[in-house]
């Protein structure tokens, strides 16, 4: 049984850099064919891609977000980091990670999201 | 970056009623569209992946048609249950990108 769960902090303050853990179960990031992305969500409006990592380390980024954002993994803790940096309160949003099989394709399994709001 | 235009953005709907939502999307992506549903406080789950595979555990009134630029996502007999807001989100290219939503109201 695949999960995911997000952790990292509630509040940060604009200009701030923002790190999420993504600690998942039931599947390896060493497996071919292995992938988990970040989406995220402002509060009432719809769901944003973020970045992607494979099981091979390729790395996928939003041209939007791209300068922002670093997305790594650990595979030895099942583990998957993503840093944005210089918050503003328009980053304000629900993220969550999701498993995703390559080649690209859905996010069949989501985490639970972890809410972050930037405010000083 | 691929635009996907979902319609209507808001339906009333009743129970046991068919309910149809679509997604248009800017340019070709073959079959690479996939549909999810959001209930309040909920993350998304998946239903249909590759416009018409029924994803694991779905139940079976949900349905997925179409190619290209137009796609589907059926409701068949729809149940109170179904209140929810759904999404359309292609993987044909990146950046990825998700419709705005649909949200389905239950008379």
């Known amino acids: 049984q695949i999960t995911l769960k997000e952790s990292g902090p509630t509040l940060v303050k604009p200009t701030q850099t923002l790190t999420l853990t993504c600690t998942f179960s039931?599947?390896?990031?060493?497996?071919?064919?292995?992938?988990v992305g970040w989406i995220r969500q402002p509060p009432g409006k719809a769901l944003e891609w973020l970045a992607l990592i494979y099981w091979n380390d390729d790395k996928r980024y939003s041209p939007s977000l791209k300068s922002r954002l670093t997305i790594t993994k650990d595979t030895s803790k099942n583990q998957v980091v993503l840093t944005m940096t210089n918050m503003d309160p328009v980053d304000t949003a629900t993220y969550y990670c999701?498993?995703?099989?390559?080649?690209?394709?859905?996010?069949?399994?989501w985490g639970q999201g972890t809410m972050v709001t930037v405010s000083s | 970056e691929i635009v996907l235009t979902q319609s209507p953005d808001f339906q009333s709907v009743t129970p046991k009623e068919k309910v149809t939502i679509t997604c248009r999307a800017s340019?070709?992506?073959?079959?690479?569209l996939h549909w999810y549903q959001q209930k309040p406080d909920q993350s998304p789950k998946l239903l249909i992946k590759y416009a018409s595979q029924s994803f694991s555990g779905v139940p079976s009134r949900f349905s997925g048609s179409g190619s290209g630029t137009d796609f589907t996502l059926t409701i068949n007999s729809l149940e109170a249950e179904d209140a929810a807001t759904y999404y359309c989100h292609q993987s044909s290219s990146l950046p990825h990108t998700f419709g705005q939503g649909t949200k389905l109201e239950i008379k």
């Open positions: 999701a498993h995703s099989p390559y080649p690209p394709s859905a996010f069949d399994i």
């Open positions: 340019q070709s992506i073959g079959s690479s």
């Open positions: 039931g599947f390896s990031l060493s497996t071919s064919g292995v992938g």
